[in-house]
């Protein structure tokens, strides 16, 4: 976060989301578990809690509201669309961009949303929240196969669309798989609101994952995501290499605000 901050010297502090903005998403029991922590202690593999993650947690999902309300870019950490309904994953706590999408319908007379996910990683949790649900669509696009090992070829319904990309994908196959399938299943959609799951984990230099996407290329899919809806916001999910996140972070500015 603190080289974000630096470069991007007009940031303001959202204020923290409300624990009944992350209910909406979140059962009781993984809230709880996130609140009360009062020492270090791992809730997976990847993903740590301690005494200062909850008010972190809020934080971003605050964050990830007010671009919401505001057609803006949350950049917030920790990220967000693994966390599952019931428990946390994969880095994330509470799933920020899905918490957004709910907060949107509830208190700000949105009826549709449509996400948009180009983390290099299938977004599982917002899937998972978002299921069965005719009001809300989930486009991803990623690598595959992958962590986390979900959003193959054959997983889709009516409302979920995922776009599994070979390893070694670019510029050419995102802005290509973006003409062919994204903009016809979110124009068909007709979202009142547009929130990108905006993840920089698919840039050549990223130590996680093995796509090729450039700085031009993510100016592009956000260029492309500005034009899906009448409303878009976008929220910081992953993006790993320190050295080009600054640089990936300010050519989606660019590309949102074309």
């Known amino acids: 976060m603190t080289v974000l901050l630096r470069r991007f010297a007009d940031w303001r ?38 005494e200062t993650s909850y008010e972190a947690a809020l934080l971003a999902a605050g964050a990830a509201i007010q671009a919401a309300r505001s057609s803006g870019f949350a950049v917030a950490r920790p990220p967000g669309h693994h966390a599952l309904p019931h428990r946390a994953m994969g880095f994330c706590l509470f799933n920020n961009v899905a918490i957004a999408a709910r907060f949107a319908q509830a208190e700000l007379g949105v009826q549709r ?27 991803s696009l990623h690598q595959w196969p992958f962590y986390p090992g979900t959003g193959g070829p054959d997983d889709q319904d009516e409302t979920t669309v995922n776009v599994p ?19 016809p299943a979110v124009g068909g959609f007709d979202p009142d ?33 500005a034009a899906l809806g009448p409303r878009v916001g976008a929220v910081l999910e992953g993006g790993y290499n320190l050295r080009t996140l600054p640089d990936l972070v300010e050519a989606a500015l660019e590309g949102f605000a074309a």
């Open 193 to 225: 609101l547009v929130l990108v799951s905006a993840g920089f984990d698919a840039h050549g230099e990223d130590p996680l994952a093995d796509m090729r996407v450039t700085v031009d290329g993510f100016r592009e899919l956000a260029r492309r995501s």
């Open 113 to 139: 949303v449509a996400i948009v996910d180009w983390d290099v990683h299938h977004g599982n949790g917002t899937q998972a929240i978002f299921a069965g649900d005719a009001s809300v669509l989930y486009v």
């Open 165 to 183: 990309l070979p390893a070694g994908s670019g510029d050419d196959e995102y802005t290509a798989t973006f003409s062919r399938v994204v903009e």
């Open 13 to 50: 502090q959202a204020q923290p989301a409300r624990a009944d903005d992350i209910r909406r998403c979140h059962d009781a029991a993984h809230v709880e578990r996130v609140a009360s922590a009062d020492a270090p202690a791992w809730l997976d593999g990847d993903t740590i809690v301690s």
